[in-house]
């Protein structure tokens, strides 16, 4: 059905762009048609960027051997440019990619903790949309946690045979300092002008023994400032 519609766009498109200019049309003529990304992605048969979304997320979460360490990081590096785009961002939740995002903030590896994060904030930034899947499926309450030096536990898929068990919890190491400056950059993007996830993000600090303040604003960019300032003092500099 996608071919169909790009097809279609397509030629409306040429037909469009083919007829002959009318010098007598008035400015106020009917704008064009223009190709939308998918479009043009399945006339050239290059990938869209929805798929190369899944690849990446494939390679990412792939328990095959050969594929690196540095393969993943790559395929990281590209999903994270790819929601710089708010389209891109909002295609996380169409995809079914944020629950294999979220469950990679607990990764063993702190290169991918990283990663996560970081790519966790630059889909959320100035994204209502994108805000709201992060609240609705517990991200922020994660990113608190390692903001404030907890080791989240690496999550298992339902049905994969091993799931996380309350002894992997208990045995969880502090937070790398890297790790923690991104949870606090994707925080930072997570709760600002949205109050659903400021309001999450203040309860949590607060059962954590944090000293935050009621009724934040979450367009007060001083007080919201204020806040993810204190989480960055609390990360140690060496």
């Not at 190369?52 to 790559?74: C, G, H, N, R």
């Not at 590209?78 to 389209?87: K, P």
């Amino acid at each position: 059905m996608a071919t169909d519609k790009n097809l279609n766009e397509l030629l409306k498109w040429s037909i469009e762009n083919s007829a002959p200019a009318d010098s007598s049309a008035p400015d106020s003529a009917a704008p064009r048609t223009s190709l939308n990304p998918e479009a043009l992605a399945a006339i050239m048969g290059a990938p869209s960027d929805a798929e190369l979304m899944q690849a990446a997320m494939e390679a990412i979460t792939s328990t095959d051997p050969e594929v690196t360490l540095e393969s993943k990081l790559t395929a990281f590096d590209n999903l994270e440019q790819l929601v710089e785009s708010l389209d891109n961002a909002n295609l996380l939740s169409k995809l079914g990619l944020w629950t294999p995002l979220l469950e990679l903030l607990g990764h063993e590896e702190d290169q991918l903790r990283l990663m996560a994060a970081w790519c966790v904030g630059t889909a959320v930034q100035n994204n209502a949309p994108s805000q709201e899947r992060l609240v609705a499926l517990g991200g922020v309450e994660k990113l608190v946690g390692m903001a404030l030096g907890e080791r989240l536990p690496m999550e298992k898929r339902a049905g994969s045979g091993d799931e996380t068990t309350e002894e992997s919890i208990a045995d969880n190491k502090e937070e790398s300092k890297d790790v923690r400056r991104k949870a606090v950059y994707a925080l930072s993007s997570a709760v600002r002008n949205y109050q659903p996830a400021l309001d999450v993000a203040a309860k949590e600090l607060r059962k954590r023994g944090e000293d935050v303040p009621e009724g934040i604003d979450a367009t007060d960019m001083d007080a919201v400032n204020g806040l993810i300032d204190g989480l960055k003092n609390k990360v140690p500099n060496a």
